[in-house]
């Protein structure tokens, strides 16, 4: 395990761009929180403030919606499983993870947690797999990972019922539920859920309410793969949304993929939209499935949209390196970004939305708020999505903890 960073004196960076602000900056640091920012040539600073030259300075990236457990494991089933259908790959994993140890997963989650860092995220939330396969072993490895960590990442776990909730004879749904609760005795706060009535025969409502009463019970936010088929049918975001203002969990609760929404009529579609932004459901896409949800219509209504990396190099998706920027371009590109604004908007998918969907109390540019901050080689951040920018320096709570340029 390695100690956390010692903290330093008071710093300073001057003449830094911030995102979507105009002009350039002073911004310093003390016992790792930001103590003040001012205009270039206004304000006190700290002297011998290191010299930005215009370059970005950014809070660091929130990568709310990665799977760190099931990571770098590719190359561990044959081509042709990987690539025949689903079906396969669920029953490749389940012989993969029934082969995990505690060490395997924790080795595996820090190399993705430090791939991450490299390239500016300092928080991010993983889905954790617990299931008669895997057992507790993958929350474990993570938890192990996450104190190797601690002082560089931040790492929220969710324990994720990859396999579905009940156990459904015939069909392929096998019961995790059990295995959810015991990785919330275990210290996960977060409820999982594989919510998705075309995959899993059983009752989509029914599994809800039973996962928002463990939310209830263990007094733990809820975090979905929701709706995650081209079909209109699997389309349970109204009753999750409806679900989330019975209980009052506004704020607590977040779903990712939501496709169906694409796939339903537009009236249907802006109903569910509506009920989504009153219930506070925090939405999160991942570009590296390319047929997305009406990503654009949520943000327009208000809905917090957040952005995440996803897999890794595992038997679902053979692509990843844990990049923010490679996400939000991608994202950028499905949804036909054409100005700087709308990659402005981009840019808070993973920083600001990721950040109040992650409930991150002191996350921002603003005096009092964590230290936790990315020096980019670019002028802004959509000059940094399109050139793919260099990450010169990642701070956490105010210590350089990644990047090649070393800033003091
Ligand atoms: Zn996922």
Redesign the pocket.
């Known amino acids: 395990m390695t100690s956390a960073p010692e903290p330093r004196d008071a710093w300073s960076i001057r003449n830094a761009s911030l995102p979507g602000r105009e002009g350039r900056w002073r911004v310093t640091v003390e016992a790792g929180c930001i103590s003040e920012i001012s205009p270039e040539g206004e304000g006190g600073g700290h002297a011998g403030a290191w010299d930005a030259g215009g370059r970005l300075l950014s809070p660091a990236f929130v990568d709310p919606?990665?799977?760190v457990d099931k990571a770098l494991t590719g190359d561990r089933v044959s081509d042709a499983v990987a690539a025949s259908n689903l079906e396969a790959a669920i029953r490749a994993v389940r012989r993969l993870k029934s082969a995990f140890t505690e060490e395997d997963v924790a080795t595996r989650a820090e190399t993705s947690l430090q791939w991450g860092l490299a390239h500016g995220t300092t928080v991010a939330r993983t889905?954790c797999e617990a299931d008669r396969y895997v057992g507790l072993r993958a929350v474990a490895g993570v938890q192990a990972a996450a104190r190797a960590m601690a002082g560089k990442v931040d790492v929220q776990l969710i324990a994720?019922p990859q396999e579905g909730w009940f156990e459904t004879e015939g069909t392929m749904e096998d019961g995790a539920a059990p295995y959810i609760e015991q990785a919330l005795q275990a210290g996960v706060r977060i409820v999982g859920g594989n919510v998705n009535r075309a995959l899993w025969p059983s009752d989509p409502e029914r599994q809800v309410d039973e996962s928002f009463a463990l939310a209830a019970r263990y007094d733990c936010d809820i975090d979905y793969?929701l709706d995650n088929w081209d079909t209109p049918e699997s389309f349970t975001l109204p009753y999750v949304a409806r679900k989330t203002v019975e209980q009052g969990w506004q704020g607590r609760v977040s779903v990712?993929?939501i496709a169906s929404l694409a796939m339903v009529s537009d009236a249907e579609a802006a109903d569910a939209i509506d009920a989504v932004r009153r219930a506070g459901v925090n939405v999160c896409v991942?570009p590296t499935r390319i047929r997305l949800t009406r990503v654009l219509e949520l943000m327009e209504a208000g809905v917090n949209v957040a952005c995440?990396t996803?897999?890794l190099r595992d038997p679902f998706v053979r692509y990843g390196d844990a990049d923010p920027l490679k996400a939000m371009l991608l994202l950028a590109q499905i949804t036909n970004q054409l100005h700087n604004a709308g990659l402005e908007r981009i840019w808070r998918t993973m920083t600001d939305n990721a950040a109040r969907m992650l409930r991150l109390a002191d996350y921002g540019l603003e005096p009092s708020c964590r230290a936790d901050l990315v020096l980019l080689d670019a002028t802004s951040a959509p000059d940094a999505i399109l050139r793919q920018a260099a990450r010169l320096a990642v701070f956490k709570r105010g210590v350089q903890v990644a990047g090649p340029l070393r800033v003091s």
């Open positions: 919606h990665v799977h889905h994720f793969h990712s993929h991942l995440g996803d897999n």
